[in-house]
T-cell receptor, first 112, second 116 residues
Framework: GENVEQHPSTLSVQEGDSAVIKCTYS??????FPWYKQELGKRPQLIID?????GEKKDQRIAVTLNKTAKHFSLHITETQPEDSAVYFC???????????FGTGTSLTVIP | GAVVSQHPSWVICKSGTSVKIECRSL??????MFWYRQFPKQSLMLMAT?????????EQGVEKDKFLINHASLTLSTLTVTSAHPEDSSFYIC????????????FGPGTRLTVT
């Protein structure tokens, strides 16, 4: 089955700085990679996703890059704000079956 | 659109009893629903995948006789934790997708289960 690893587990940045979270996956058939933000006790919220036919995707302060050859993908948050503080999860999926396999999560703290 | 609800939002039960959690897609038909378990400060672990009208597919290590999943309609899936024990205490989250070929999943708000 798919194995998704995520680093770092915790990350603290000063407000305005950038944050980068990295994930690797094992199943070369995975072709969809979403990123979720989860606040304590709440449901995960999709913040950005990327499909395997694309190398990079950007949405305002958030961007995701994908390296299919190396089987890793990264989340980049620029100009961080205190409200960005949360736990972020990456996931990998293949369209057949559509199961999501989540990374271990990164607790991001943005210090005002 | 694409709203998923869960009921109850939290439940406390005694050891040995069974608990049923409902997951509903409110504004779309969900051909596939997924159940996850999340322990404090840990990731979401996929428990099982259910397709409407067929038996659920369980992930390795998940006891199918303990976690009964029913997906009787395109808008409702239920998870029943049978003979619950304190170690079953967790946050249970469902998600739904509207076609088998859809990439996206829409998550419910989760159910906090505490077994005393």
């Amino acid at each position: 089955g798919e194995n998704v690893e995520q680093h770092p587990s915790t990350l603290s940045v000063q407000e305005g700085d950038s944050a980068v979270i990295k994930c690797t996956y094992s199943d070369s058939a995975s072709n969809y990679f979403p990123w979720y933000k989860q606040e304590l006790g709440k449901r995960p919220q999709l913040i950005i996703d990327i499909r395997s036919n694309v190398g990079e995707k950007k949405d305002q302060r958030i961007a995701v890059t994908l390296n299919k050859t190396a089987k890793h993908f990264s989340l980049h948050i620029t100009e961080t704000q205190p409200e960005d503080s949360a736990v972020y999860f990456c996931a990998a999926s293949r369209i057949t079956g559509n199961q999501f396999y989540f990374g271990t999560g990164t607790s991001l703290t943005v210090i005002p | 659109g694409a709203v998923v609800s869960q009921h109850p939002s939290w439940v406390i039960c005694k050891s040995g009893t069974s608990v049923k959690i409902e997951c509903r897609s409110l504004d779309f038909q969900a051909t596939t629903m997924f159940w996850y378990r999340q322990f404090p400060k840990q990731s979401l672990m996929l428990m099982a995948t259910s397709n409407e009208g067929s038996k659920a597919t369980y992930e390795q290590g998940v006891e199918k006789d303990k976690f009964l999943i029913n997906h009787a309609s395109l808008t409702l899936s239920t998870l029943t934790v049978t003979s619950a024990h304190p170690e079953d205490s967790s946050f249970y989250i469902c998600s739904a997708s509207w076609t088998s070929g859809s990439y996206e999943q829409y998550f419910g708000p989760g159910t906090r289960l505490t077994v005393t």
